[in-house]
């Protein structure tokens, strides 16, 4: 059973940094990446990486986040650095099995940037 569990959200000010990490499990996983949801708003992607490495941002975050991961232990890790109150959201991962293209969400954690 295909499992994705976030943790690592929270409350910070404009301009800090906290880093989001996310664990899956049950499969072997070609892509996993965050995505974020602000009220009112629909889902939007973050940042993804393949198992090869590769990574794509979204515009927004280019240059302030990061996005890394550990495939031996399957966790893949979103560094944010300066912070702004529009980054506040849930932000949810999501892993995409290699056989079967099965994607999987985990439960969300929230962000929330303050002015």
């Known amino acids: 059973q295909v499992q994705v569990v976030e943790s690592g959200g929270g409350l910070v000010q404009a301009g800090e940094s906290l880093r989001l990490s996310c664990a899956a499990s049950?499969?072997?996983?070609?892509?996993m990446g965050w995505y974020r949801q602000a009220p009112g708003k629909q889902r939007e992607l973050v940042a993804t990486?393949?198992?090869?490495?590769?990574?794509r941002y979204a515009d927004s975050v280019k240059g302030r986040f990061t996005i890394s991961s550990d495939n031996a232990k399957k966790t893949v890790y979103l560094q944010m650095n300066s912070l702004k109150p529009e980054d506040t959201a849930v932000y949810y991962c999501?892993?995409?099995?290699?056989?079967?293209?099965?994607?999987?969400w985990g439960q969300g954690t929230q962000v929330t940037v303050s002015s």
């Open positions: 999501n892993a995409v099995t290699m056989f079967g293209g099965n994607a999987a």
């Open positions: 049950g499969s072997i996983f070609s892509l």
């Open positions: 990486i393949t198992i090869g490495g590769s990574t």
